[in-house]
T-cell receptor, first 117, second 109 residues
Framework: DGGITQSPKYLFRKEGQNVTLSCEQN?????MYWYRQDPGQGLRLIYY???????QKGDIAEGYSVSREKKESFPLTVTSAQKNPTAFYLC????????????????FGSGTRLTVV | QQPVQSPQAVILREGEDAVINCSSS?????VHWYRQKHGEAPVFLMI?????EQKGHEKISASFNEKKQQSSLYLTASQLSYSGTYFC??????????FGTGTRLTVIP
């Protein structure tokens, strides 16, 4: 079955450490996204990529980095510059809507819960 | 700025109806609605492309008023399975989803 796989499910980071969250999709979607969700809050966009080898900053990109070398993969690195990284991270992908110049509904992965220890 | 949803939380008994509103200060190109169960990923419900468009899936429907930059989600005859947090997502000119603040819906027997 097609879908998005995020790993690991839980991740613990020490102060000053960089960590990388994996996101792989086999849906053949061009667009991929990373969102951060804090407890009781909505989703905020970190980075997005509409096509391979291209990505753009979202609303809260500081302290994060991404790469998009393959269509299927969009890993997110949380660097030591991110001072408050404890959150639930969600990866998503989408395709263009068949009838409009917008992207269709997003498919989300099951998320990675990152905690600073 | 995030789209604003109201109410922030609502508790219903099975069979009751609810309306969740979503409004934005930015121009809208389309509106998405998602439901997220606790600790899980959001699940796509529907997309509305044009102002005035209405859609429905079983007993959940939505409308989109482009001029007022608002969308509403209507849940009729609620079921226990409707519990979760509902998010609207508004597409900007950069073709990215800007999610609303969320509405927590709890349906009790």
């Amino acid at each position: 079955d097609g879908g998005i796989t995020q790993s690991p499910k839980y991740l613990f980071r020490k102060e000053g450490q960089n960590v990388t969250l994996s996101c792989e999709q086999n849906l053949n979607h061009d667009a991929m996204y990373w969102y951060r969700q804090d407890p009781g809050q909505g989703l905020r966009l970190i980075y997005y990529s509409q096509i391979v080898n291209d990505f753009q900053k979202g609303d809260i990109a500081e302290g994060y980095s991404v790469s998009r070398e393959k269509k299927e993969s969009f890993p997110l690195t949380v660097t030591s510059a991110q001072k408050n990284p404890t959150a639930f991270y969600l990866c998503a992908s989408s395709i263009p809507h068949p009838l409009a110049k917008v992207n269709y509904g997003y498919t989300f992965g099951s998320g990675t819960r990152l905690t600073v220890v | 700025q995030q789209p604003v949803q109201s109410p922030q939380a609502v508790i219903l008994r099975e069979g009751e109806d609810a309306v969740i509103n979503c409004s934005s200060s930015k121009a809208l190109y389309s509106v998405h609605w998602y439901r997220q169960k606790h600790g899980e990923a959001p699940v796509f419900l529907m997309i509305l492309l044009k102002g005035g468009e209405q859609k429905g899936h079983e007993k959940i429907s939505a409308s989109f008023n482009e001029k007022k930059q608002q969308s509403s989600l209507y849940l009729t005859a609620s079921q226990l399975s409707y519990s979760g947090t509902y998010f609207c997502g508004q597409l900007t000119g950069a073709n990215n989803l800007f999610f609303g603040t969320g509405t927590r819906l709890t349906v009790i027997p």
